[in-house]
């Protein structure tokens, strides 16, 4: 083919991409031969050598072989490079590679974003020392990567190039450069929302705490069988109890009987039965003191929320709310009894049953003055030894010095003192009384006791009953007397053996004996 040679067929090979071994056979040793191996060809042979052809060929598939694994591993080599060079830059995270005096080697655009400057041509005039707030800081940063060569999760403070403060997090490792020089190498992400964050919820919990530790209301949280997991500081106010001691308790054992006995039947085990439910209740809890305070609830079933896993109580103290309701109650009862009454045997029993449970009382008692004998008597008693009553008190004893001077009296350690002991009562720890003033005049006093100890305000109270009881003690003493007057005056004038009449300045007839009555139906 006088128009197509050699030179032309590897040209048409070359330009189509295709790596196929080329051997140049030839009758001599042409330029042209010479030209094809300069170009590319694998071999030539002279037509004479053509015993050579088979190793000729066997060598260019070799070289083939070769070359094509060089391929192979210069684009594996080209796609790692450009994986990584995508990963470095494309990297939400920071890159950086820097030399122990501060110089940056190289370092992605995430590293220019986060300390504020534009380029990486730019960060690389900086030395690293520039982003630190003191000297000291990468100072000792360095100390501890060259000791342990791998520092994960260090957090500092930087400053960005406009001299605004963030916080990073650094992953670096100390590594050796390409002339045997150490270089740090890492990652740092910027973590100032996180911070602010954080400090936030730090904020929030603070003040969350300081509002609950602070409030009026406790706050505790149940399990499911009713024991107390936590508890607020004002659970000391409330109930007495420290804290550390008041968790761990059962809640139940520390209700009043009637309310641990509603719950244990099954009130408790339904409210678990609905997640998220509220309820509202007022029952009573005892005081580490022994008394009962009187607790309003509101308990809210968050069992199955998984940031709490407790039933959540809000509760706090009314008992003295509840004392005013009942001392409403019981003030307007005691002065419907003392209004409505006519004798004090309908009144005073009343007056004492109210008083005790409007003071918690162990013990009630009233002492009257006999006008006709100078003495005073316990009229009435509830929880004292029955043969106090009718008993007639010394006239030198502490009733008689409260109706001397008018003022109440109040003890509160008389357990060892003998004047109280003819009442037969055990365990007493506190006495008072108040006396009873009718008209400007002492009529008696009302005494009452209790194993705890009686408080100002209590006294307050039995005084203000004392007052209201004074007037209405007098009121029907006054009219049993003048019945007693009445009856007394029908059996003299009964006696009489002749008429007698009693007129009034009217001279209408008030009363007459049976004989004047005889006179008065004849002449009718």
Same mark, same amino acid.
């Given at each position: 083919?006088?128009?197509?040679?050699?030179?032309?067929?590897?040209?048409?090979?070359?330009?189509?991409?295709?790596?196929?071994?080329?051997?140049?056979?030839?009758?001599?040793?042409?330029?042209?031969?010479?030209?094809?191996?300069?170009?590319?060809?694998?071999?030539?042979?002279?037509?004479?050598?053509?015993?050579?052809?088979?190793?000729?060929?066997?060598?260019?598939?070799?070289?083939?072989?070769?070359?094509?694994?060089?391929?192979?591993?210069?684009?594996?080599?080209?796609?790692?490079?450009?994986?990584?060079?995508?990963?470095?830059?494309?990297?939400?995270?920071?890159?950086?590679?820097?030399?122990?005096?501060?110089?940056?080697?190289?370092?992605?655009?995430?590293?220019?974003?986060?300390?504020?400057?534009?380029?990486?041509?730019?960060?690389?005039?900086?030395?690293?020392?520039?982003?630190?707030?003191?000297?000291?800081?990468?100072?000792?940063?360095?100390?501890?990567?060259?000791?342990?060569?791998?520092?994960?999760?260090?957090?500092?403070?930087?400053?960005?190039?406009?001299?605004?403060?963030?916080?990073?997090?650094?992953?670096?490792?100390?590594?050796?450069?390409?002339?045997?020089?150490?270089?740090?190498?890492?990652?740092?992400?910027?973590?100032?929302?996180?911070?602010?964050?954080?400090?936030? #919820? &730090? @904020?929030?919990?603070? !003040?969350?705490?300081? +509002?609950?530790?602070?409030?009026?209301?406790?706050?505790? *949280? =149940? $399990? /499911?069988?009713?024991?107390?997991?936590?508890?607020?500081?004002?659970?000391?106010?409330?109930?007495?109890?420290?804290?550390?001691?008041?968790?761990?308790?059962?809640?139940?054992?520390?209700?009043?009987?009637?309310?641990?006995?509603?719950?244990?039947?099954?009130?408790?085990?339904?409210?678990?039965?609905?997640?998220?439910?509220?309820?509202?209740?007022?029952?009573?809890?005892?005081?580490?003191?022994?008394?009962?305070?009187?607790?309003?609830?509101?308990?809210?079933?968050?069992?199955?929320?998984?940031?709490?896993?407790?039933?959540?109580?809000?509760?706090?103290?009314?008992?003295?709310?509840?004392?005013?309701?009942?001392?409403?109650?019981?003030?307007?009862?005691?002065?419907?009894? #003392? &209004? @409505?009454?006519?004798? !004090?045997?309908?009144? +005073?029993?009343?007056?004492?049953?109210?008083?005790?449970? *409007? =003071? $918690? /009382?162990?013990?009630?008692?009233?002492?009257?003055?006999?006008?006709?004998?100078?003495?005073?008597?316990?009229?009435?008693?509830?929880?004292?030894?029955?043969?106090?009553?009718?008993?007639?008190?010394?006239?030198?004893?502490?009733?008689?010095?409260?109706?001397?001077?008018?003022?109440?009296?109040?003890?509160?350690?008389?357990?060892?003192?003998?004047?109280?002991?003819?009442?037969?009562?055990?365990?007493?720890?506190?006495?008072?009384?108040?006396?009873?003033?009718?008209?400007?005049?002492?009529?008696?006093?009302?005494?009452?006791?209790?194993?705890?100890?009686?408080?100002?305000?209590?006294?307050?109270?039995?005084?203000?009953?004392?007052?209201?009881?004074?007037?209405?003690?007098?009121?029907? @003493?006054?009219?049993?007397?003048?019945?007693?007057?009445?009856?007394?005056?029908?059996?003299?004038?009964?006696?009489?053996?002749?008429?007698?009449?009693?007129?009034?300045?009217?001279?209408?007839?008030?009363?007459?004996?049976?004989?004047?009555?005889?006179?008065?139906?004849?002449?009718?």
């Amino acid at each position: 083919l006088p128009q197509f040679d050699a030179l032309s067929a590897l040209n048409i090979l070359q330009q189509n991409g295709l790596d196929i071994p080329f051997i140049v056979v030839t009758g001599s040793l042409e330029e042209m031969a010479l030209e094809c191996m300069k170009q590319g060809a694998d071999d030539y042979l002279l037509k004479d050598h053509l015993p050579r052809l088979g190793p000729a060929v066997r060598q260019a598939l070799r070289q083939k072989q070769i070359r094509s694994q060089k391929q192979q591993a210069d684009q594996a080599l080209r796609e790692s490079e450009e994986r990584y060079r995508l990963l470095f830059e494309n990297n939400l995270a920071a890159v950086f590679r820097i030399t122990l005096d501060g110089r940056i080697l190289d370092c992605n655009q995430a590293y220019c974003d986060i300390l504020g400057y534009s380029s990486r041509l730019e960060i690389k005039t900086y030395s690293a020392q520039a982003f630190y707030l003191k000297t000291s800081e990468r100072t000792d940063f360095l100390q501890l990567l060259q000791a342990q060569k791998v520092v994960r999760n260090f957090e500092i403070q930087l400053r960005r190039k406009d001299g605004g403060l963030i916080w990073v997090v650094e992953n670096v490792s100390l590594i050796e450069g390409k002339e045997g020089d150490p270089v740090i190498q890492g990652t740092m992400m910027d973590i100032t929302a996180a911070k602010q964050t954080e400090a936030t #919820l &730090r @904020t929030r919990e603070r !003040r969350f705490r300081a +509002l609950v530790e602070n409030s009026s209301d406790a706050v505790a *949280l =149940l $399990d /499911a069988e009713g024991f107390l997991r936590y508890a607020t500081p004002s659970v000391s106010r409330i109930l007495g109890y420290e804290v550390q001691d008041f968790v761990g308790q059962s809640a139940f054992d520390l209700l009043d009987p009637p309310t641990r006995k509603y719950l244990s039947q099954g009130s408790y085990a339904r409210f678990l039965s609905q997640p998220d439910k509220s309820e509202l209740a007022e029952f009573r809890v005892n005081h580490k003191n022994g008394s009962w305070r009187w607790i309003e609830n509101i308990a809210t079933n968050l069992l199955d929320d998984p940031d709490v896993g407790a039933v959540v109580c809000n509760f706090r103290d009314i008992t003295d709310r509840k004392r005013r309701e009942q001392e409403r109650e019981a003030l307007l009862k005691v002065a419907s009894v #003392l &209004r @409505t009454s006519s004798t !004090r045997k309908e009144m +005073l029993p009343v007056l004492l049953d109210q008083l005790s449970g *409007l =003071l $918690d /009382a162990d013990g009630v008692a009233i002492a009257l003055l006999n006008t006709s004998t100078n003495a005073t008597v316990i009229e009435l008693e509830r929880g004292f030894s029955a043969q106090a009553v009718g008993m007639q008190l010394p006239a030198d004893g502490i009733t008689h010095q409260i109706m001397a001077s008018g003022q109440p009296y109040l003890n509160n350690a008389v357990d060892d003192q003998p004047e109280f002991a003819f009442l037969g009562l055990k365990e007493v720890r506190a006495f008072a009384g108040a006396p009873l003033i009718g008209k400007g005049e002492p009529i008696g006093v009302l005494w009452i006791c209790r194993k705890m100890a009686i408080g100002e305000e209590d006294l307050q109270l039995l005084m203000a009953v004392a007052d209201m009881a004074a007037n209405g003690i007098r009121r029907v @003493t006054l009219h049993e007397q003048t019945l007693e007057q009445a009856r007394q005056l029908r059996h003299i004038m009964n006696t009489v053996p002749e008429g007698l009449l009693l007129l009034s300045e009217e001279k209408r007839i008030v009363q007459a004996n049976s004989l004047a009555q005889d006179y008065l139906a004849l002449l009718a």
